[in-house]
Structures are given as structure tokens and as C-alpha cells.
């Protein structure tokens, strides 16, 4: 809440009969160099100032931003809203759940407990691609779904109905990026305060990286951890640095044939190699006002693939053009015009912002790309696509001798050809295509399907087609140029070779529609691309299995096979476990790849088939024309089927609304849940925060080197049958094959408790030589090695504080929210490492963990620590007096056999509690315990 005006910025803004208050960003001095993106944060600080957390020194330090200088300065930024998505969104809602509960135990009004911001939570990520290439297939796989997903699609639907200022949007109905900008994203946000209607940038932050997509509206935004996103739903800021801004300039218009997925990955390609982490990029020049705004999104979803915090285009017409598009209300386009044009945050080509760094690109330069085999940013043209894999493979596959093109070993002649080699109608023509390339072995190996038909697979073959993913499956210029080319090769009566998993996921049911309009479903589902659900699918993994005895054949034979998606995400192991290589190409190519049926092949020279009259056919032949596609855009997409799809988007499908829901304000837990539990955070808690307390007779639960992520802290993946976690599951009754994975079981702290610090890599330096969670356990004579999980239940029954020793950047990576709950939950109270990644230093500190620097030029290794010691840290005590000290004094006892002639080895560490806020947060014991404690 603003409690002051610093810069006498309150103003009013009259559009229509209305009347807005806002904050003028020419009441700062320097504003108008600014570039867009940091004028949203000024806006932010303006509209926040308490003198407190958010000062006149920081609004000033941003109005005077030095582009060239490092980032220093710490400010907190308060987004509008949340958007979360099933997976990392549970557990958010399962914490508010629970401070009901402590709210009503605390003889407050358990209804107080709100989102203070906005959230809206769009259940996308839990549809897999069980059945495909059938009619049914959707409606199959949603009820497989539901099955799988009961449990917490009830306790979301309760969320839905007890917590106000929270929608869920249910299962079937888009991926919530896509949702977000047809329908979420304001652009202008309008909020009544203090009976005052006030007008501001739409900002939010999303519990999913690509959460940058909506920058294409340009609407400020990134991806946050569970934490971050929690304290911002209940009206707490962001802490963060003010970041430098990478201008990128783009000039001219994308050539014919080129569609906005190549655009991307060479824009990926220059910003990877650029160097672009932590920073902003925005775009602009002359040429973005010829960037259609479904491009500008796919720009923006790709920002955490090249690394930016976000990647963010202003506000102009094309702006106001989609917002009337996706049914907007036009008052709603009135006021976006009129606030942006007001506040300076209208884009205007002819004046050049000052940034911290340049790059350019010259539109009409780009060429048609695919990426991979394992990473977004490995741009491959597709003209040299079929030399580079050969180069590739012999990476994937046993490095022999010549690789020869699918279907065909050199043992069969050519004017001999064997059943089911290149004479067969679902093959690709032989050639002696010899490249000078590395060689691998051909390993063609038979497969016979269920109804008989035979073909042979071989390195390279395309087992999974998938037009998938937020990046591409909502913009129409890739959607509809897709189905033109499936209208064509139907056409010339070509087919998908049998060997292929074809899935079509749309990122909303407005695809669908214009499908539908312009009649190209039936020429998709004669290729197989029937629509197999609205959801990430595919891209996060959900590609479900291969074709059976294609998948039995690979694993047979160890072939290199490959999928192509039209996602953003290639990563090695994460499309499919049968699937070494993963190629990110446009919807179009996906469906040319798979009528190719492998990467080892030549779209300039190898034909894909012939037609009715034996005439070979080749992309060329079928790769239907700019106008044609623009053509049908224009004609087969309008208002009224955003209109339509979005008027009842918060109420599903017969499935979601007969779902049997608790009621009440307080959520009933179910005993026997193995998905949603209620957490301890707030067990024992009373009104008023208990003192803090320095630390005694500590023991370490962990010493580990530098550069240790989240994702070694962090539970992720399959859960192992002879973890912790495992055993958890087992003696609940749960089969094996139902376990599922950390991440689908996020709700149930019992479960990922026992996953945190488990990573297989981890390597704790108590033991030697020693991978995954373990640790010595000094409740037992001697310390012998034991799960980290177990160690930790021995330490906190015999009421043993735990320490973490850590090395440099400790917590880098993704901003996972378990690597801090898990943390305390294991009962650590604190972590001494050489230095933190920002995000999760205040992470732990939000989960009431003191970070703890070791004195400048020190190591635990320096110091000789080795982990046995015994630890006291005193001068905590000091935040008693709403004061932090700027250090705490430790004392490490050697303990043991090896003690003898030891002497303690004591310091002053650093306290590493940087803003006023986290003084309070760490007083309470942690964030939600500040919150709860200000309601009541």
C-alpha cells in the first residue's frame, strides 16, 4: 500500500466518463531515457513507496539508471497478479490452505485468507498423449487424466470456490500462456484501492518459465519459484536487482517460406551466444510494427531458452489490434491506448531508449531452421539439416561405418530390393548419398505392427511428430500453414510412414475452431494429427509411449531415433525415454518430417513420395504459399470464437463439474491422500513470534562444494522404489507402477521431504567418494552413513539443530521452491556458504533458514572444517530489537575420535539478510507466518 509521494506523482486519467488514479513516470527526473521495460518498474516503485521497503532513493536510483554499470541495486517489485499452472501451483494453494486453519487456530476469521493479488491457475501440465491418431483420442486421454489426477483436481476445485480473487481454469481447455494472452492479460490493470479506482502496468509473475510469452503483449513478466509466487499472491514484493537491458533492434520482414519458429531459434541462436542471463531484453526499431503479435509471443516464450529474465516488445497498434481480436472489451482498448500513450509507454520507432547493450537483426535475413539434438539454442539450417545429423549421430549410436537412409542396408542391392525396402509404399527412396561426415552403422532392423504391416526402422528414424508446446501451436501463421501443407500432401496422396506417434496439442480451443472453419481438420486427421489434448504435452515430457513395437525395436536394436516437436524444450531424456534426439521445428516441418519418417534425410533432393501419376513430390510441391496462409487466417479467425471459447472458461466440462468437491472455508483433509497433505509450517504457532535464538549444538546434514543448483537440493523426477520416498509410498499401499513423480506429488510434503538433497549426483563431502542423498548420522556411534532423510528424523527426535556448509553460487538454477521448504523441513536452521544465488538466499530466509556468509576469502576448507564439528552461532539474538547485525559469531568444536588436540575454529559470518522485509520475515519464523500474523 503507498504511504507515500516522494515525487508528488498521484495524478488523475480521464478515458470515457471514467476517471483513473495514477503515477506519472515524468514526475521522475531521467524517466523519458528509460527504456519500456525499467519504466514499468519505475511505475512499480512510484505506486509502492512506503519509505521502507520500496524508498525515494530507489525510485531515484532507477529514474538516474546507469546503463553501462553492473546491477547493485536491490529494489522490490510489486507484481499485479500470479499466474501458476498445476504442477508447481498445488502447493501454493495447499500453503493457503493451511493457514486457514492456522488462521482460525489463531481465533482469527479463517475467510481473511486470500490471494491479496490476483491468481488465476490453468491446469495444463498434467495431460499425457496416452492414445493418439484415433478419433477418441482426446476424450480418451482426458478421462486417463482425470483418473491419474483426481485427488488434486478435487482440492484445486475447492481452492476455486473457497478463495477469492482465485480461478482455475480446468483440464481440456488451453496451455496457460496461450490462455493468459487471449484472455488473463489486461496490459492496463484496474484495481480499486481505498475506493479509489487506480490504473497501472499489468505485471505478473508465473510459476512457469515460460510465463515470458505475455511479454509479446508487453506486459511484464517472468517465471519464479513456489515461494516467490506465494508471496506475491498474498501482496508481498519481489526482491531483485535493476537489470541491465539488451536493446535488440529488428528491421526489415520475414521472406516468404520462413515462418516465425525460424525467426525464434535465430534469435535464440544470437542471444545464447550474446550472453543475455539476468538481464532484460527488449526489442525495437522499424521493423516491430511488422511483427504480428502471435510472433512477438513466440519471441517472448522462448526467453529462459536464451536466458533472459524476460524478453519484452512495447505497446503500439498491433498491440491494440490483438487485444479487439481476442475480445477485448473496447473500453478495455480505450484505456490500454490512452494509459500507455499517457505514461510514455507507447512505442515510438523514431526514439532510440538507452541500453545497456546492442544486437540487430535484419528480418529478411532469416532462413528456415530446425534445432537440435539436444539443446533449443543448437540451430541447424534445414538445407544442411541431413549432413549435420550424420555428424551428430555418432554421438547417439556405434561409430562403424557408412549410414545409409532409412529402410536400407548396403547388403541390399538396389535393383533387388527385399519386401518392404524402398519399392514399398511407406518408404523413402534409397540413395548412395555419401558424405564425408563421421560414419555411423546402419542398423535396420524389421518390425511387424499388430495388423501385419511390416517396414524396417533405422538410426534416425522419426518415431514422435508432435505439433506441441505454448512456443507455437496458438499462432496462426505456423497452425495454419501446418494444415495447408497436410491439404497438400493429401493431395498428392502422400502419407506418414507407420513407424511415427503423429499428436496434435493445440494451445487453445479457438485452434480448433479456425481448423474447423477452414476445413483443414480432415486433411490433418487423414495424416494421423488428430487432436490429442489442450496442454503441454509432448514438450514437458507428457509425450506418453511410442508406438509398441516400434518402442520394443529400438530398445531391441539400441537405435538412435529421433522426435520432432514444435516446442522450446529438446533437452536430452525429456521427450521420451526411447528418444535420444529431439529437434524443435515449425508445425509445417513437423508434419513434413513426418511423412520423411527420418532426420536422415534432404528436403532440397530427396523426395518425400510421388503422386497419383508416379511423379516424385517434394517440400516444394507442398509448402503452401505466404498468401495462402494469410489468406485463411484472414478469413477463418474472428472475435466471436474467442467470444465463445473464453465466456464460460472457469466452469469445464461436464467431467470438472461433477467432480465431487469439499465445501466450506476450511479445506478437509483426506487422511489417506498421497497427493495433498497439510503441511507443519504453522504447527504450534502463537500470535505474537516466539523471540529468535542463536544456535547450539548444531550438527551438519551437508557439506557440499560450489555451484550445488536447486536441482541437486530440489526433489524432481521418478521416485526411486528404494528411496525414502519410495518406502513412503509402498507403505501407503501404493504400487510401484503408481508412483508417479515428484513433481505430480508437490502437495504432499511427506513425499518431498524425503526427496530433498536426494539428487543421484549430490555429493555430500561428510563421506567419500559417495553420490546421492546421504550423509553421516552423528545420533549413532560413530556417524555411520545413512539416507539424509533418516539422519535428519534421528537429529530432530533427539532435538539437534542442523547446519548446511556450502561453497560459491549455492542454490543457482531454476527457483525451485522445494530446495527451501525441504530445507526447513529437514530441520536446518541455517546455511553458511561462500556466497548464494539471489532467488534462493531469499527463498530460505522465507522459509525462517538464516543464510550465512563465511568471512571474505574464506572456505569451510580454509577454516578446516570437515563437517564433524560441532556448531554455535551467537549474535542472531540482535534481530530482537528490529535491528540485523552485519555479522554472527560461529564456533565450530571438533568432536569425535579426531578431536583430540583440536582446537575450535570460530569466525564471523556474514548475515545475509539484506531488505527490512526479511528482517521481518525471519523474525516470524517465515513469510506465510508474517502474513498470517498481520491478518490476525
Request: proline content about 6%.
Amino acid at each position: 500500500m503507498s504511504t507515500v509521494d516522494s515525487f508528488g506523482a498521484k495524478s488523475t486519467l480521464t478515458v470515457g466518463s471514467t476517471d483513473y488514479e495514477i503515477f506519472r513516470l515524468d514526475a521522475v527526473e531521467g524517466y523519458d531515457r528509460l527504456p519500456f521495460s525499467l519504466k514499468v518498474l519505475l511505475e512499480n516503485l512510484l505506486r509502492t513507496e512506503d519509505g521502507k521497503n520500496v524508498t525515494k532513493e530507489q525510485i531515484q536510483a532507477l529514474g538516474s539508471w546507469d546503463a553501462n554499470a553492473e546491477p547493485d541495486t536491490e529494489i522490490q517489485f510489486t507484481p499485479a497478479r500470479v499466474v501458476m499452472q498445476d504442477f508447481t501451483g498445488v502447493p501454493c494453494i495447499v500453503d493457503l490452505a493451511t493457514m486457514r486453519e492456522a488462521m482460525a487456530d489463531l481465533g482469527g476469521d479463517p475467510t481473511k485468507i486470500n490471494p491479496l493479488s490476483p491468481a488465476e491457475l490453468v491446469i495444463d501440465h498434467s495431460v499425457i498423449a496416452d492414445l493418439f491418431g484415433t478419433p477418441d483420442a482426446f476424450e480418451r486421454n482426458v478421462e486417463i487424466e482425470y483418473q491419474r489426477n483426481g485427488e488434486r483436481y478435487q482440492f484445486l476445485r475447492w481452492g476455486q470456490t473457497a478463495f477469492d480473487d482465485f480461478k482455475v481454469v480446468p483440464p481440456g481447455t488451453g496451455i496457460v500462456h496461450q490462455v493468459n494472452i487471449e484472455y488473463l492479460a489486461r496490459v492496463t490493470f484496474t484495481r480499486e484501492v481505498d475506493g479509489v479506482l487506480r490504473a497501472y502496468p499489468d505485471t505478473l509473475v508465473g510459476t512457469d518459465s515460460h510465463t515470458t510469452m505475455v511479454n509479446g503483449l508487453g506486459v511484464l513478466g517472468w517465471g519464479v519459484g513456489g515461494i516467490e509466487a506465494e508471496a506475491a499472491m498474498l501482496g508481498q514484493p519481489v526482491s531483485m536487482l535493476i537489470p541491465r537491458v539488451v536493446g535488440f533492434k529488428l528491421s526489415g520482414e520475414i521472406p516468404a517460406g520462413v515462418t516465425a519458429t525460424d525467426v525464434v531459434l535465430t534469435i535464440t541462436d544470437m542471444l545464447r551466444k550474446h550472453g543475455v542471463v539476468g538481464k532484460f531484453v527488449e526489442f525495437y526499431g522499424a521493423g516491430v510494427a511488422s511483427v504480428p503479435l502471435a510472433n512477438r509471443a513466440t519471441i517472448g516464450n522462448m526467453s529462459p531458452e536464451f536466458g533472459s529474465t524476460a524478453a519484452i516488445f512495447p505497446i503500439d497498434d498491433v498491440t491494440l489490434d490483438y487485444l479487439r481480436l481476442t475480445g477485448r472489451s473496447a473500453d478495455q482498448v480505450a484505456l490500454v491506448e490512452a494509459y500507455a500513450k499517457e505514461q510514455h509507454l507507447w512505442h515510438d520507432a523514431s526514439r532510440e531508449p538507452a541500453f545497456s547493450e546492442y544486437l540487430e537483426l535484419d528480418l529478411g535475413t532469416v532462413v528456415p531452421s530446425i534445432a537440435g539434438p539436444k539443446r533449443p539454442q543448437d540451430r541447424i539450417l534445414l538445407s544442411e539439416s541431413k549432413a549435420k545429423f550424420e555428424q551428430d549421430l555418432v554421438n547417439y549410436a556405434d561409430a562403424e561405418h557408412d549410414l545409409v537412409d532409412l529402410e536400407v542396408s548396403e547388403s541390399f542391392p538396389a535393383s533387388d530390393p527385399p519386401e518392404n525396402s524402398p519399392a514399398d509404399a511407406h518408404s523413402i527412396h534409397h540413395h548412395t548419398h555419401r558424405s564425408h561426415a563421421p560414419r555411423t552403422a546402419s542398423k535396420p532392423t524389421d518390425v511387424t505392427l499388430a495388423d501385419g504391416e511390416k517396414f524396417v526402422i533405422d538410426h534416425g528414424a522419426v518415431t514422435i511428430a508432435a505439433i506441441t508446446s505454448c512456443t507455437n501451436t496458438s499462432n496462426p501463421s505456423v497452425m495454419l500453414a501446418a494444415g495447408l501443407l497436410a491439404r497438400n500432401a493429401v493431395n498428392k496422396g502422400l502419407k506418414v510412414k507407420p513407424w511415427v506417434k503423429t499428436t496434435l496439442a493445440p494451445g487453445s480451443k479457438v485452434v480448433t475452431e479456425y481448423y474447423e472453419k477452414s476445413g483443414l481438420t480432415t486433411d490433418l486427421e487423414q495424416l494421423g494429427f488428430y487432436t490429442v489434448g489442450y496442454g503441454c504435452t509432448t514438450c514437458i515430457g507428457n509425450s506418453g509411449p511410442l508406438i509398441e513395437e516400434v518402442s520394443a525395436a529400438i530398445n531391441e536394436s539400441d537405435l538412435a531415433v529421433t522426435a520432432v516437436l514444435s516446442g522450446n524444450r529438446n533437452f536430452e531424456g525429456r521427450i521420451n525415454p526411447d528418444v535420444k534426439m529431439n529437434y524443435l521445428a515449425s508445425p509445417p516441418l513437423v508434419i513434413a518430417y513426418a511423412l520423411a519418417g527420418s532426420m536422415n534425410f534432404d528436403f532440397d533432393n530427396d523426395a518425400l513420395g510421388t503422386d497419383g501419376d508416379g511423379n516424385e513430390v517434394f517440400l516444394k510441391d507442398i509448402w503452401p504459399d505466404a498468401a495462402e496462409v494469410q489468406s485463411t487466417i484472414d478469413s477463418s479467425i474472428s472475435t466471436d470464437m474467442f467470444d465463445r471459447e473464453y465466456s464460460s472458461v472457469f466452469d469445464g466440462d461436464e467431467r470438472w463439474r461433477s467432480l465431487p468437491t469439499p465445501t466450506g472455508a476450511v479445506f478437509e483433509w483426506n487422511d489417506e491422500s498421497t497427493y495433498v497433505r497439510k503441511p507443519p509450517y504453522f504447527e504450534g504457532m502463537t500470535a505474537q513470534p516466539e523471540p529468535v535464538a542463536d544456535i547450539s549444538g548444531a550438527r551438519v546434514l551437508a557439506k557440499l562444494g560450489d555451484s550445488v543448483t536447486t536441482d541437486h537440493i530440489s526433489p524432481a523426477g521418478a521416485i526411486k522404489a528404494d528411496s525414502p520416498a519410495g518406502r513412503y509410498l509402498a507403505g501407503h499401499g501404493i504400487d510401484r507402477k503408481d508412483f508417479n513423480s515428484y513433481g505430480s506429488r508437490r502437495g504432499n510434503h511427506e513425499v518431498m521431504i524425503r526427496g530433498t538433497f536426494a539428487n543421484i549426483r549430490l555429493r555430500n563431502q561428510l563421506l567419500d567418494g559417495v553420490e546421492g542423498g546421504y550423509t553421516r548420522d552423528f545420533t549413532q556411534p560413530g556417524g555411520p552413513q545413512s539416507f539424509i532423510y533418516d539422519a535428519s528424523i534421528n537429529y530432530q527426535n533427539a532435538g539437534t539443530p542442523l547446519v548446511v556448509l556450502a561453497g560459491k553460487e549455492y542454490g543457482s538454477g531454476s527457483s525451485r521452491d522445494w530446495a527451501a521448504k525441504g530445507t526447513t523441513l529437514l530441520g536446518v536452521q541455517a546455511v553458511i556458504a561462500e556466497s548464494f544465488e539471489r532467488i534462493h538466499r531469499s527463498n530460505l530466509i522465507g522459509m525462517g533458514v538464516i543464510p550465512l556468509q563465511f568471512p571474505a576469502g574464506e572456505t569451510a576448507d580454509s577454516l578446516g572444517l570437515d563437517g564433524t564439528e560441532e556448531f554455535a552461532i551467537t549474535g542472531i539474538e540482535k534481530l530482537n530489537d528490529g535491528s540485523t547485525p552485519k555479522t554472527v559469531h560461529v564456533v565450530a568444536t571438533p568432536t569425535g575420535d579426531s578431536a583430540e588436540g583440536k582446537a575450535p575454529v570460530s569466525f564471523d559470518a556474514v548475515v545475509r539478510i539484506d531488505t527490512p522485509g526479511e528482517a521481518d520475515y525471519y523474525r516470524n519464523g517465515g513469510i506465510l507466518q508474517y502474513v498470517l500474523r498481520s491478518l490476525v
